[in-house]
C-alpha cells in the first residue's frame, strides 16, 4: 500500500510537470537573433517599401515590374532602324511579331516572375499581420498596412491578368482560366490557375477592401491610397465593361483631388519634361523592361506614325511626349519615356486615365455633355494656351469615339494599349487587325486572336504540367 | 560454471582488441569472484548488453582507449573502429565521418554524447583520463534513440564512475616530445633559382613601374633594390658581391631554429573513488600543459569532476555530478611556414629573418623598405617589419571554462518498472582576448598610416596597444524523465525498454569589440575613437579608410522537444526483436513540422544461431545474425523555417526598405537517413578469429539544397529539403589470436568501405569551372559529393606550353577552354575522400610485457598538388619547388609536366596548369600509426595493487604512397608533424 501511494505521489509529480510546458510558445523562439524575422510594422511597412520589387522603380539598371509583354505586342511603336531589329533576341521577336509558337524559347520571363514576387511580398505582410495581436492589426496603421498590401497584390493581380488571361467576357470568365491567385507565402501552396472570374472578383474585392482603409493622402506616391484604390477600381470595371462603377468609381476619385498639370508649365525641350510623382501620378509603377522595351529609349523603336500624325500642332504633348532619333538613319521620332520621371515607362495609376475613364462611361451612357466636359478639362491642358477649342459633338457614338482616340493619345507607353485592343476588339465598330511589316515579312494579328492571350512561362508549365497552358 | 564460461566468451567477443579486457576480466573473475559484467554498449538513454542488440555499435574498452597518449577524447578511438574516418588534413572538407557522409550543406560530423547529454561545450575540454569508455553507434537501431540528431552517427562517452569496492587511487601520468617537423619538405624555389628569376625580371623592367611609385610605396625585394641601386651607388660588380651570398641564403633553416621548437606535452591524472554502504563516489583531477611545436604556443587544461551516487533505499537512488574544467590555449604571432601571409604572399627564399646573435631582422612588407626607412620624420613610430619579434608582440589567449552539473533520480516503482528523472545544466564561457600590443606591427602600422601631420588629433589611431575580445557563453539545460522495463519472465522471455520525454534549450551568446589604446593595467587612452569618418592615409593621402572596428553581437538559441520508446525482446535467448521511435519538435523547424510530428524510428533482428538446438558446427561455435532498418534525421541549421529579411536603402523614397532574405518554408524539416544494416558476428573454434561483417545501405532524402522553383511563389531558386543522396557500404572487423604459447599475438583488422553519392540534386549542372574548387560545394548526381575533377591535359607541347582541350581538339587558348569546358568534358577522377580504409593492429605480449603497433591504410580518392605559378612568381613572393622541373628546352616535354617560365605570363596558363590533369595525384597510402610498449610492472607490496609502465611513439610517416612524387597525402604542401614519442607511468593504489 505504501508503495502504492509513492508510486501516485511520483506520477502525479511528473504528470504536473510535463504539463506545465506550453509547447507552442516554447516552440516560437527565433533560433538566431541575427535573422530578422518580420513581426513588426515597422518592418512589415519597409517590406512594402521595396521599391525596386512592389514598384519597379530604377536603381542599379533594376528592371522594372508589371508585365510588358503587351506593350511589345500593341501597334503603338514600330522598330526604327532595321540594324537594331536584327540583333535582339529571337524570343523578343516571336513577341513582336505574334508568333503562334511558344514564343518564349525557354527564357526568364520576369513579366511573370516579378509580379508574383510582389505578391509573395504582399502575401507575407498579410500574414504576419494575421498573427499580430488584435491591438496591433486593428491599429489605423495595421489595417492601413493590410490595406496597401491589398493593393499590392490586387494591382499585380490585374496586370498579369491583361497578358497572360483572356479578356473578361462574361459569359465564359468562369470556365477562361485566369491566373494564379497566390494567397499564401508559403512555398508549398498548391498552385493552380483560378478562373477569370475569379480573378476579377478577388482583384474588385481587394481593392474595395483596401479603398475603405487606405490614407486619403499617402506619404509618398509609391504608397498606395484611396485615390489609388479607386482609380484602379474604375480601371478594373471599365476593363470588364461596367461602366456604370467604372464611372462610380471614377467620381470618387476624382472628387479626391481633380487636379492636373497645365502642359505649358513643363519643358518641352528637356529630354525629360516629367518630374518624378508628378502632380498626377497616383500611384506609381514601371513597366518591366524584360531587355526588350529599353531600347525605346535609346532611339531604337518608334511611335507608330499613324498615332505621331494625329496629334494637333498645339497640341503640347507632339513635343514633350517625342523627340527626333539622335541617330539620323532612323526613321520616325522617338517616345522620350516616362511620364513619371524616369527612364522605365510609367504603368501605374495617374488622374489622366481617370478622366479618360469617365468621359468613356459617360459617353456609353449616353452623358454626352459631361464626357465631353471631361474631354475638354483634359485636353485643355494639353494645348498651347489659346489654342484649344474645345470639342463639341452631339452624337452619343461620335464622342465615344473621340474620347478613345483622345485616350490613345494620352495615355501613351503605359501597357494600357494592349489593355484596351483586347476589350475594344469586341466592339466592332472598334475592331482592329494589327499589321507589321519587318524584313520584309508581313505580321498580322486580327481581333480576338488567341494570341491577344501570352502563353504560361514554360518554366511553370514544367513545374506544374496540369496547369492548363493557353493556346496560342 | 558453466554460466561463468558463457559469460567468458561474450566478453572476449565484444570488445575489440579484447587481450586487455580478457585478462583484466579473467583477473577479476579469479582474483575477486566478482561477477563478471557483460559487455554493455550505451546508447546516451540506456546500456544494453551486446549480446543482445540488433544494432550496429562499436565499443572501444578502457584499455584501448588508454593505449594512445593524446590531449583530446577523440584523437583516442581513431584506427580503432571500422568506418569511423578521420580526416586529418588541414583543409579537410569533413575531419570526423561514420559510414560516410549523407549530407549535403548540413553538418555532417556525428553527434557527440558524453554520459547521458549531448555535449555543448568544446570537446577538448573533456580529460581522456575521465573516460571509461567510448560507443559507436553506427546503424538506425543503434542510433534512432537519437531522433533529428542521429543521421551521421553518434559518438557515446561514458566517464568513470566510482565502482571499485575499497578506497583506490589511480595515478596516469606521461610525457610527449614531438620533433619540430621538417622544413626542409615545404616545396619552395632554391635562392640561386629566385634570384635569376629576379634579375631577368629586373632587366625586363618588369619592376621598372614600382620603383617609380611614390603613391603607394609597392614593396619590393632586397635583391631588386640592390640591382635598383646600379649604376647609381653601386657598381654592377659591386651588386654582384652583395647578392651572392644571399644566393647561398634559404630562410627554412631560421624558421626552422627560430620559429619552431621542439613539442613538449605533459598530462597528469589522479583519481579516488571508493564506496561505502550507501555512497559510490570518484573524484578526479587533471592538468595537461602543452608547449606546442610553433614557438609563443601553448595550451593548458585543468579539470575536476565529482561524481557520487548515493542509495537513499532499496528504491530511490540519487546521482550528483559536477565537472569543471579550465582551459587556456595561448599563442603569439607565428604563422610557421606560412609567414608572410601579408602582400605580397609568401616570402623570397633568401630571406634573412634572424641574425647571428639571435637578433630578429627586418624584411620588407607592405612598404618599400627605402620609404619606411624615412617616413615620418621622426614622428612615426618604427615602420619596418621583423616577424621573429613579432612572436611576442601579439598575446592571443583563447579560455574556455567549462561547468557541467547533472544530477539524477532514480525510483524503482516496481521490480520491473524504474524510473529516472535527469537534469544538466551546462554553462561555458569561451573568451579570447587578442593583444596586439604597440611593438606589433599590426598596432604600429594602423598608428603610422592614419597619422595626420599637423591636424588637431594627430593620431586617429592612438598610441598604445590593441585588444580584441570575444565573449561568447553558452548556457543549456537539458531535462529527461525516463521509464525503463525490464523483465524476464521464466528463462524463454526477457523484455527490456525505455519511454521518455526529453526538453533541451541552449542558448549561445557572443560579444566581440575591439579596444584602442589599450593598457596592461586594464584602461584605455581614448575611449571616443571615430570609426564614422574615412581618414586619409599619410603616405597616400588620396586614398582613405575607416579605422577597423571589429564589432559582433549574436545570439543564438536552440530548443528541442522531445519523445521517444524503444524495446528489445528476446526470446529463448535465441531470438531478439527490437523496435525504436522518436519523435522531435523544434524552434528550428517549420511549424507543419512540429503539428505533424512524423517520428523516426527503427526496427531490428537478431538471431544467435549457435544456440539453436540444430546447430552443431564445431569449428564456428559462435554465429549471430543481424540485421535492422531506420529513419535517423540530421538537422540542417542553414535554413529557416520563417521568412527572414535584410533591411537596405534604395534611394527612392526617404524610408527603410526590406529585401526577402529566405523565403518561408513551413515544411522545413530535418533531412532523413535511412540505412539497412545487416551483420554476421563469429568465433571459431578456440577463438582463433573472430569477427563482425556488416553490410549498410543508406538513403539520405530531404537533404538541404538548392533546387528550381517555381517562379510563381515569388522566386526562381528554393532552399530546402529537395536532394538525396545514396550511400552504402562495409565495415569488417576481425580479431586473430592464433595460440596462447608464451609470445601471445593478437591481430586486430579493420575494413571499412563507404562509398555515398549524391543520388538527387535539381539544380542544372554548370559549366566545368565550378566543379574545380575543393571549397565549394556543387552536388554532381551520380557523383561522390566531394569529388576531383580538372581539365583533361596530355602535359606539355613542344613549346613547353600545357595541352589542353577545346571541342575536342587540342588547344593552348586557355581563357575560353577554362569558360568554356563542359562539365561532361572535365576529366573525373574519383572521389576526393578515402572510400576504402581501416587498420591492422597486431600486440604482442611476453609475460608482463607487450608491445603493439597499428598501421592504418586509406584508399581509393585523389589530391590535387600544388606547382609553380608564374604569375604569383613576379608578381609576388610566392613559389615552389617546380620551378627546378619546369620546361627548359624542347624535348624536356618529354619528361616534365611543368611548364616553361614565359614573360609576359602568358594570360589563362597558370589558372589552366593548376587545374589540369597532370597536377592530380592519388592518395592512397599507407601509414604506421603508432608503436606503444608496457611493462606491468611485478608488485610485491600491497600498498601498490598496480603499476604500468609505457612508451608510446607516433607521427611515424607513411610506408607507402600511390603517387610518383612521394607526397604524403596527409601534408601535400607543407612540412609534416614531426616524431612524437611519449613516456608515462599508470599507477593504482
Known amino acids: 500500500m505504501k508503495q502504492m501511494k509513492s508510486n501516485v505521489y511520483f506520477i502525479i509529480v511528473v504528470g504536473l510537470l510535463l504539463a506545465s510546458c506550453n509547447k507552442e510558445k516554447y516552440l516560437d523562439a527565433k533560433p538566431d537573433m541575427g535573422l530578422i524575422v518580420p513581426n513588426n510594422l515597422d518592418d512589415l511597412q519597409a517590406i512594402l517599401d521595396n521599391t525596386w520589387f512592389m514598384n519597379g522603380k530604377e536603381g542599379q539598371s533594376y528592371p522594372g515590374l508589371s508585365p510588358q509583354l503587351g506593350e511589345l505586342a500593341c501597334d503603338e511603336h514600330f522598330t526604327g532602324r532595321s540594324s537594331f531589329y536584327t540583333n535582339i533576341a529571337t524570343w523578343v521577336k516571336k513577341c513582336y511579331t505574334w508568333s503562334s509558337e511558344d514564343p518564349y524559347e525557354g527564357n526568364t520571363i520576369t513579366d511573370w516572375n516579378d509580379p508574383y514576387r510582389s505578391i509573395l511580398y504582399a502575401n507575407l505582410v498579410l500574414e504576419s499581420l494575421q498573427t499580430q495581436e488584435n491591438a496591433i492589426s486593428q491599429s489605423e496603421r495595421g489595417l492601413q498596412l493590410k490595406a496597401s498590401a491589398l493593393f499590392y497584390r490586387a494591382h499585380m493581380y490585374y496586370q498579369l491578368a491583361q497578358v497572360f488571361a483572356k479578356p473578361y467576357n462574361e459569359a465564359s470568365s468562369t470556365t477562361d482560366p485566369g491566373i494564379v491567385l497566390r494567397q499564401q507565402a508559403d512555398v508549398n501552396e498548391k498552385l493552380k490557375r483560378a478562373s477569370v472570374q475569379q480573378t476579377y472578383s478577388e482583384i474588385i474585392q481587394d481593392l474595395t477592401w483596401a479603398a475603405a482603409h487606405l490614407p486619403i493622402q499617402p506619404l509618398y506616391k509609391t504608397r498606395p491610397s484611396r485615390q489609388a484604390a479607386l482609380g484602379l477600381l474604375a480601371r478594373t470595371h471599365l476593363t470588364m465593361g461596367n461602366y456604370d462603377r467604372a464611372l462610380a468609381y471614377t467620381d470618387s476619385c476624382l472628387t479626391l483631388s481633380p487636379s492636373l498639370i497645365d502642359y505649358n508649365t513643363l519643358d518641352s525641350t528637356s529630354s525629360h519634361p516629367f518630374s518624378p510623382f508628378n502632380e498626377e501620378v497616383i500611384f506609381s509603377c514601371t513597366l518591366s523592361t524584360g531587355n526588350t522595351l529599353f531600347p525605346l529609349v535609346d532611339g531604337m523603336m518608334a511611335v507608330d506614325s499613324i498615332l505621331y500624325l494625329t496629334y494637333d500642332n498645339h497640341d503640347l504633348r507632339r513635343a514633350i511626349y517625342y523627340m527626333p532619333f539622335t541617330d539620323a538613319t532612323a526613321k520616325g521620332m522617338a517616345y522620350k519615356g516616362s511620364y513619371d520621371g524616369s527612364p522605365l515607362y510609367f504603368s501605374g495609376v495617374a488622374r489622366d486615365e481617370m478622366y479618360l475613364i469617365r468621359a468613356e462611361c459617360r459617353a456609353r451612357m449616353g452623358q454626352t455633355g459631361p464626357a465631353l466636359d471631361d474631354l475638354n478639362t483634359l485636353l485643355a491642358t494639353r494645348f498651347k494656351t489659346g489654342h484649344f477649342v474645345p470639342i463639341t459633338l452631339d452624337n452619343a457614338d461620335q464622342v465615344l469615339e473621340q474620347v478613345l482616340a483622345e485616350r490613345r493619345k494620352e495615355l501613351v507607353f503605359r501597357g494600357l494599349r494592349w489593355v484596351d485592343l483586347r476589350r475594344l476588339n469586341t466592339d466592332p465598330r472598334f475592331t482592329k487587325t494589327l499589321v507589321r511589316e519587318v524584313e520584309g515579312q508581313h505580321y498580322e494579328l486580327p481581333p480576338n486572336d488567341p494570341r491577344y492571350v501570352f502563353p504560361i512561362p514554360s518554366d511553370v508549365i514544367a513545374l506544374n504540367p496540369e496547369m492548363p497552358q493557353n493556346e496560342r | ?989
Open chain 2, 1 to 989: 560454471m558453466n554460466k561463468k564460461y558463457i559469460l567468458f566468451v561474450l566478453g572476449y567477443l565484444c570488445l575489440f582488441g579484447g587481450l586487455y579486457a580478457q585478462k583484466k576480466d579473467t583477473l577479476h573473475l579469479s582474483k575477486d569472484t566478482i561477477q563478471l559484467e557483460e559487455v554493455i554498449v550505451s546508447t546516451g538513454y540506456q546500456i544494453i548488453p551486446k549480446e543482445r542488440a540488433t544494432g550496429s555499435f562499436d565499443f572501444v574498452d578502457s584499455a584501448l582507449f588508454n593505449r594512445r597518449v593524446s590531449t583530446n577524447v577523440l584523437d583516442r578511438i581513431e584506427n580503432l573502429t571500422p568506418g569511423v574516418l578521420f580526416d586529418r588534413r588541414p583543409n579537410a572538407n569533413d575531419a570526423l565521418l561514420i559510414r560516410g557522409r549523407s549530407t549535403i550543406f548540413a553538418e555532417a560530423a556525428p553527434l557527440i554524447v558524453v554520459d547521458n547529454f549531448p555535449y555543448e561545450g568544446d570537446l577538448s575540454n573533456i580529460n581522456p583520463n575521465d573516460v571509461s569508455s567510448v560507443t559507436v553507434l553506427k546503424d538506425a537501431a543503434a542510433a534512432s534513440i537519437w531522433g533529428a540528431r542521429a543521421g551521421n552517427g553518434v559518438i557515446v562517452i561514458t566517464t568513470k564512475k566510482g565502482r571499485s569496492s575499497t578506497t583506490s587511487i589511480q595515478v596516469n601520468s606521461n610525457a610527449t616530445i614531438q620533433q619540430r617537423p621538417d622544413l626542409s619538405r615545404l616545396p619552395i624555389m632554391n635562392s640561386g633559382d629566385y634570384i635569376d628569376v629576379e634579375e631577368e625580371l629586373f632587366k625586363q623592367g618588369y619592376y621598372k613601374g614600382m620603383l617609380a611609385n611614390t603613391t603607394t610605396y609597392p614593396v619590393l625585394s632586397p635583391v631588386v633594390e640592390i640591382l635598383a641601386r646600379v649604376g647609381k651607388d653601386l657598381t654592377e660588380v659591386q651588386a654582384n658581391a652583395l647578392i651572392a651570398p644571399l644566393r647561398q641564403q634559404d630562410y627554412r633553416h631560421d624558421l626552422s631554429r627560430y620559429f619552431y621548437q621542439t613539442d613538449l606535452n605533459q598530462q597528469h591524472a589522479v583519481n579516488l573513488s571508493g564506496r561505502t554502504d550507501r555512497i559510490n563516489y570518484l573524484i578526479s583531477t587533471g592538468y595537461d600543459d602543452n608547449k606546442a611545436s610553433l614557438v609563443g604556443s601553448k595550451q593548458q587544461r585543468f579539470n575536476l569532476r565529482s561524481q557520487t551516487s548515493i542509495q537513499f533505499n532499496a528504491r530511490l537512488r540519487a546521482q550528483v555530478g559536477v565537472l569543471f574544467t579550465q582551459n587556456t590555449s595561448s599563442m603569439g604571432q607565428n604563422d610557421g611556414y606560412r609567414i608572410n601571409r601579408g602582400s605580397p604572399i609568401g616570402l623570397y627564399p633568401y630571406a634573412d629573418l634572424v641574425d647571428d646573435q639571435g637578433n630578429a631582422l627586418v624584411i620588407p612588407y607592405l612598404y618599400r623598405s627605402t620609404y619606411v626607412d624615412t617616413a615620418g620624420h621622426g614622428k612615426l613610430l618604427d615602420w619596418k617589419y621583423r616577424p621573429y619579434a613579432e612572436i611576442n608582440a601579439r598575446d592571443y589567449r583563447d579560455q574556455t571554462r567549462d561547468m557541467v552539473m547533472n544530477s539524477t533520480i532514480s525510483y524503482q516503482l516496481f521490480p520491473w518498472l524504474s524510473a529516472d528523472l535527469r537534469y544538466q545544466y551546462e554553462y561555458q564561457q569561451d573568451l579570447v582576448t587578442d593583444l596586439q600590443t604597440q611593438e606589433s606591427f599590426y598596432t604600429r602600422n594602423l598608428i603610422n598610416k592614419f597619422y595626420r601631420p599637423g591636424a588637431a588629433n594627430e593620431f586617429p589611431v592612438p598610441k598604445g596597444n590593441i585588444l580584441y575580445t570575444d565573449d561568447d557563453h553558452v548556457r543549456s539545460h537539458q531535462g529527461r524523465l525516463q521509464l525503463n522495463v525490464q523483465n524476464d519472465w521464466g528463462s524463454e522471455h526477457q523484455l527490456s525498454g525505455i519511454a521518455g520525454y526529453e526538453i533541451r534549450d541552449t542558448r549561445t551568446t557572443g560579444n566581440g569589440y575591439t579596444q584602442y589604446g589599450y593598457q596592461q593595467d586594464g584602461s584605455i587612452t581614448r575611449s571616443n575613437m571615430n570609426f564614422e569618418d574615412r581618414f586619409p592615409f599619410y603616405y597616400n593621402p588620396r586614398n582613405s579608410s575607416t579605422i577597423p572596428n571589429s564589432q559582433s553581437v549574436s545570439e543564438k538559441l536552440d530548443r528541442f522537444l522531445s519523445y521517444y520508446a524503444n524495446a528489445a525482446y528476446t526470446y529463448a535467448g535465441r531470438y531478439t526483436v527490437s523496435a525504436s521511435g522518436r519523435n522531435d519538435a523544434a524552434n528550428l523547424f517549420g511549424l507543419q513540422t512540429n503539428q505533424k510530428g512524423t517520428p523516426l524510428w527503427s526496427v531490428g533482428a537478431a538471431w544467435q544461431l549457435h544456440k539453436e538446438g540444430f546447430y552443431s558446427w564445431d569449428g564456428l561455435p559462435v554465429l549471430k545474425l543481424r540485421a535492422t532498418y531506420g529513419h535517423n534525421g540530421n538537422i540542417a541549421r542553414t535554413s529557416s523555417a520563417l521568412a527572414t529579411v535584410k533591411y537596405r536603402s534604395l534611394g527612392i523614397i526617404p524610408e527603410n526598405s526590406a529585401e526577402l532574405a529566405s523565403l518561408p518554408n513551413a515544411q522545413l524539416r530535418w533531412e532523413k537517413v535511412k540505412m539497412l544494416n545487416a551483420a554476421i558476428d563469429f568465433a571459431t573454434k578456440g577463438s582463433w578469429l573472430s569477427g563482425t561483417i556488416e553490410y549498410y545501405h543508406k538513403h539520405a532524402t530531404d537533404l538541404m539544397g538548392e533546387a528550381p522553383l517555381d517562379p510563381t511563389y515569388g522566386a526562381a531558386v528554393f532552399y530546402g529539403n529537395v536532394a538525396d543522396m545514396n550511400g552504402h557500404g562495409v565495415d569488417i572487423n576481425l580479431q586473430i589470436q592464433p595460440t596462447k604459447g608464451p609470445i601471445q599475438w593478437t591481430g586486430t583488422m579493420l575494413f571499412s568501405y563507404a562509398k555515398t553519392e549524391v543520388s538527387k540534386y535539381l539544380m542544372p549542372e554548370s559549366s566545368g569551372l565550378n566543379y574545380l574548387s575543393a571549397n565549394l560545394i556543387t552536388p554532381v548526381v551520380g557523383q561522390p559529393l566531394f569529388s576531383v575533377y580538372s581539365f583533361p591535359s596530355p602535359g606539355l607541347n613542344t613549346s613547353g606550353d600545357p595541352i589542353g582541350y577545346l571541342n575536342g581538339a587540342e588547344s593552348t587558348n586557355y581563357k575560353t577552354i577554362r569558360n568554356t569546358t563542359p562539365l561532361d568534358s572535365m576529366k573525373y577522377h574519383g572521389s576526393a575522400q578515402p572510400t576504402v580504409f581501416g587498420a591492422f593492429m597486431n600486440t604482442f605480449r611476453v609475460k608482463n610485457f607487450s608491445v603493439s603497433v597499428n598501421i592504418s591504410y586509406k584508399l581509393n580518392y585523389y589530391f590535387r598538388r600544388s606547382s609553380i605559378q608564374y604569375g604569383n612568381l613576379f608578381a609576388g613572393w610566392s613559389n615552389h619547388a617546380d620551378f627546378a622541373k619546369r620546361w627548359q628546352q624542347p624535348g624536356d616535354e618529354q619528361t616534365t609536366t611543368v611548364p616553361a617560365m614565359h614573360y609576359p605570363n602568358p594570360s589563362g596558363r597558370d589558372e589552366f596548369y593548376r587545374d589540369s590533369e597532370v597536377l592530380v595525384e592519388r592518395a592512397d597510402n599507407i601509414r604506421l600509426e603508432d608503436i606503444q610498449l608496457s611493462y606491468n610492472v611485478p608488485l610485491k607490496t600491497s600498498a601498490l595493487k598496480m603499476l604500468t609502465v609505457y612508451a608510446y611513439a607516433s607521427n611515424l610517416g607513411t610506408l607507402w604512397v600511390r603517387n610518383n612524387q612521394h607526397i604524403d597525402p596527409l601534408y601535400p604542401d607543407i612540412p609534416g608533424a614531426g616524431k612524437s614519442l611519449s613516456l608515462g607511468i599508470n599507477a593504482t593504489f
